[in-house]
């Protein structure tokens, strides 16, 4: 497992425009700004390290990543909408969580840095994001989740089990 | 009709097009004909002439040969309705008949031939047009048979047309060499093996289209495909017709266009500057004209007495229109070929110049040929997250990195 500090120090070097906002012992929220195209999204990437990771899934732990500006349009009559590939945030309905990797099939742990997946997969995510709101159709591929793969879902692996 | 081309070089050595030449190819792709309906229209038009030189037709024996005119001949053609993927072919059908023969007799004659008794084969899709007759068939193809008759002691193939209003009464012919036309275009636009290649394998990319299926042998090369010349007017007839849905009056003819464009030099710089190019020849050509209030006039190279602006323009009103259409075409495709252009921004403009059907087409290939470079050195972010892919990515290498690929999730929530 990656520790915070290394996490801030690596965003810091590959991702200047980001600055850690909120640090806490276990935790730390980035904010930052991305330009995939054209247009500049404010970014939050928060990440909370477990104390033990045999009691936690991928889908638990993964880093949580909003679009704070300009939030992402809802269109339910495109493709995949009202917004393609997002968790819902039923506190705050506006800025749903990205849905950047599949927690089921190992594509991201707690030993990858941010900066070399989560920010560059959230610039893909919004280049795809673009696409979509241009023709209406999602091009950037993808599922969605299973009956068994909710929330909490049963089948859901400990990080340890992974 | 395809060239055969030992020096044409393998995909996996071409060189990545600009996204802006990328995604007009994908648009000129769209507007083209499918070399299956190009089939099609071939022999259309060879059963038609066969039936018009039929027993008991009256003008059986009279016809001394058939063959494409127009953009046919010259590989430009356009579908004419891209969404029904409804197009036109120009045939030229040499009568044996004196030329000065009377115009309102022949085209009538002409239409007798082909609409025939009812019943017949062709009865009921035939019209009567002032120089052509054209034939309808169900699957979209539509045959304009324009009836010449060769002149004596002039360059091969060249003949009058007849000419025939009814509604005014006007007769006359009109000395014409389509064919002398065709092969003065083909032999004068130089083959580009590489843009050729290149146009070829984003007809054949792995992208499920709907006219994957009749892409052209690898061996073989469409003269529509053969310079980047020859498609960049092709986008420009493209960007004419779309201009003119809404509009009276009658087009500039793609003859003109043609021969105009012939006048431009190649830039070998890619598809949107070949574009921009022959745009602006054009319009320092009419402005030319119209800042001397006169109308353009062009005559065919092979054949001097064929005079390519005899309907066009009608006025300095209808020149001074397009020069608009084309100032307006030159200016968005600037804006087009920036590189931070929105993907909304691209969409607009193509939807604009080109319609919507093929913008669609050209931006859902872009996104697509995107998608496959996840997660390779085809994608690459900048230190501002700025996603850069295709011709731009090999050019970043040393200052971008790759991120890995994943697979995008969604639905439900986050557990807390």
């Given at each position: ?11 810091a ?18 904010e ?12 939050r ?15 638990q ?25 997002v968790y819902?945030n039923?506190e705050?309905?506006?800025?749903p ?6 927690p ?35 091009h950037?591929?993808g599922?969605h ?18 | 009709?395809?060239i055969?081309?030992p020096?044409?070089?393998?995909f ?18 769209r ?15 060879h ?15 009279k ?5 494409p005119?127009?953009?046919?001949a ?11 993927d ?37 009865h ?29 002691a ?60 009749t892409?052209?042998l ?5 003269l ?64 030319t ?10 005559l ?12 066009w ?6 020149q001074?229109?397009y ?5 307006h075409?030159?200016?968005?495709l ?27 087409f ?5 996104l697509?040929?995107?998608?496959r ?19 731009a ?10 991120a890995?690929?994943s ?5 439900g929530?986050?557990?807390?």
């Amino acid at each position: 497992m990656i520790g915070l500090d290394e996490q801030i120090t690596t965003m810091a070097a590959r991702w200047p425009t980001f600055t850690v906002v909120s640090r806490e012992d276990r935790a730390a929220v980035w904010e930052g700004t991305l330009d995939p195209v054209k247009r500049r999204y404010r970014i939050r990437v928060a990440l909370t390290l477990p104390y033990a990771i045999e009691n936690v899934t991928t889908m638990q732990v993964q880093p949580r990543v909003q679009v704070l500006d300009p939030v992402l349009e809802w269109h339910p009559e495109f493709e995949e909408g009202p917004v393609p590939h997002v968790y819902r945030n039923d506190e705050e309905r506006a800025l749903p969580f990205l849905c950047l990797f599949d927690p089921y099939n190992g594509e991201w742990s707690l030993s990858d840095l941010l900066a070399d997946t989560t920010v560059p997969w959230t610039a893909r995510y919004l280049f795809f994001y673009e696409g979509w709101l241009a023709t209406t159709k999602w091009h950037g591929g993808g599922r969605h989740l299973t009956d068994g793969e909710g929330t909490c879902g049963a089948r859901a692996k400990s990080i340890a089990a992974v | 009709m395809t060239i055969h081309d030992p020096v044409r070089p393998s995909f996996d050595r071409l060189p990545t097009p600009a996204r802006a030449d990328g995604l007009l190819m994908d648009v000129a792709h769209r507007v083209q004909l499918a070399p299956t309906k190009h089939a099609e229209a071939d022999r259309h038009y060879h059963a038609l002439c066969q039936y018009v030189d039929r027993r008991g037709s009256p003008l059986e024996g009279k016809v001394v040969s058939c063959y494409p005119g127009g953009s046919f001949a010259t590989g430009t053609a356009i579908a004419s309705s891209v969404k029904n993927d409804q197009h036109d072919v120009d045939v030229v059908m040499e009568l044996e008949i004196p030329p000065t023969s009377n115009p309102s007799q022949t085209l009538s004659t002409l239409f007798d031939a082909i609409n025939g008794e009812p019943g017949s084969r062709y009865h009921g899709r035939v019209k009567l047009n002032s120089r052509c007759v054209t034939v309808t068939y169900e699957d979209g193809v539509r045959v304009d048979l324009m009836p010449i008759a060769r002149l004596a002691a002039q360059p091969e193939k060249a003949g009058n047309l007849f000419h025939w209003q009814p509604a005014t009464g006007a007769q006359f012919h009109k000395p014409v060499n389509p064919w002398g036309f065709a092969d003065h275009f083909n032999s004068h636009t130089d083959y580009d093996p590489v843009f050729a290649s290149l146009f070829e394998s984003r007809g054949l990319a792995g992208v499920l289209v709907e006219k994957a299926d009749t892409a052209p042998l690898p061996d073989q090369v469409p003269l529509s495909e053969k310079s980047a010349r020859v498609v960049a007017l092709q986008l420009i007839k493209r960007n004419r017709d779309v201009r003119f849905r809404s509009r009276e009056g009658r087009k500039p003819p793609s003859i003109v266009l043609a021969t105009l464009a012939l006048e431009s030099i190649p830039t070998g710089a890619g598809l949107s500057s070949e574009v921009i190019a022959i745009a602006s020849h054009m319009i320092r050509r009419l402005e030319t004209e119209s800042s001397c209030g006169r109308k353009l006039a062009l005559l065919n190279p092979a054949y001097e007495p064929d005079v390519f602006t005899d309907r066009w323009p009608y006025s300095l009103t209808e020149q001074n229109t397009y020069i608009g259409d084309l100032r307006h075409l030159v200016r968005q495709l600037s804006r087009f070929r920036d590189e931070n252009a929105s993907m909304t921004e691209l969409k607009t403009i193509l939807d604009d110049l080109f319609g919507e059907t093929p913008a669609g087409f050209a931006l859902d290939r872009l996104l697509e040929e995107s998608r496959r470079a996840i997660g390779t050195k085809d994608m690459l972010f900048g230190r501002t997250g700025k996603v850069i892919t295709g011709a731009a990515a090999a050019a970043a290498a040393s200052t971008c990195t790759a991120a890995r690929a994943s697979t995008n999730m969604g639905g439900g929530r986050l557990p807390r």
